[in-house]
């Protein structure tokens, strides 16, 4: 599900909500610091669990070292695309697909299981073409969030990257999508009930539970419905998958 990137909730708005559930109104028990820190270990909770936000980003080919680091708080790398003409604007591309057991540490050379080298190799058949051409080998690996790239793919001039993100960075003010606003403010209840709990337990014990319950119940907790909301596709994406399944020729 898509939305406006003018309907988030300000981290004020949730902290109004969470103050009003806990009843620190005047931050006597935690600062006002570590509810927002609750709010953003919130967001990147649910940015693991729900792949939600798909960025798209392009560089320039790092032409020297045929590497470059993943960019801040990709957590799930989607697709690699190298192009020619200006950066975000394509004249021709190409998809750059994953090479399993292949690492670089310079542009001289790099290791891998299957390499053009290898065609007299009994165990790993070497690539061709069908007219008998050695096949072109635009390959990326990825290790240790470190993406690296095959020669091939240096002729190219940039590269563009989609992949999975966090809903705030870590250190950015939280801004909140207005569907997860219950969810991050039983999430952020609860963690203050978890830790007043040690402190009184007779009187946090229940309250603690209850609020579990709320937010982690299966099906109908608000994280459940949080999950099933950002994962359902938008009405328009729905109704065009139905048309274009309906005529397919079974």
């Known amino acids: 599900m ?13 902290l109004a909500d969470v103050l009003t559930e806990t009843e620190d109104y005047d931050f006597r028990e935690f600062t006002k610091g570590w509810y927002i820190s609750q709010m953003q270990q919130c967001l990147e909770k649910l940015s693991f669990n729900t ?10 080919f790092p032409s020297d070292t045929n590497s470059m680091t993943l960019p801040a708080n990709t957590f799930n790398l989607k697709a690699i695309f190298v192009y020619n003409g200006t950066i975000g604007n394509p004249t021709d591309s ?28 009994p165990y790993y058949a070497f690539a061709t073409l069908s007219d008998g051409n050695e096949a072109v080998q635009l390959w990326a690996a990825i290790d240790n969030g470190v993406i690296t790239f095959s020669d091939q793919c240096a002729t190219y001039e940039f590269v563009h990257l989609r992949y999975n993100g966090t809903l705030t960075a870590i250190g950015e003010t939280p ?10 403010k039983l999430f952020c209840a609860l963690e203050y009930y978890r830790r007043m709990r040690k402190r009184h337990p007779r009187t946090f014990r229940v309250l603690f539970q209850d609020t579990y319950n709320e937010l982690y119940a299966p099906f109908t907790g608000e994280w459940a419905q949080a999950l099933k ?18 005529k397919m020729n079974y």
């Not at 898509?2 to 949730?14: G, K, V």
């Not at 792949?51 to 320039?60: L, P």
């Not at 697909?97 to 080298?117: L, P």
């Open 51 to 60: 792949f939600m936000k798909t960025i798209d980003d392009d560089f320039a």
């Open 2 to 14: 898509n939305i406006s990137p003018d309907s988030f909730i300000t981290p004020d708005q949730i």
């Open 94 to 121: 190409e998809i750059v697909n994953w090479k399993r057991g292949a690492s670089r540490k310079n542009t001289n050379a790099f290791f891998a299981n299957n390499k053009a080298s290898h065609n007299e190799d």
């Open 175 to 184: 801004f909140v999508p207005q569907f997860f606003r219950q969810t991050v």
């Open 229 to 246: 909301l950002s994962k359902s596709m938008d009405s328009k994406a729905r109704k065009d998958m139905n048309e274009y399944l309906s």
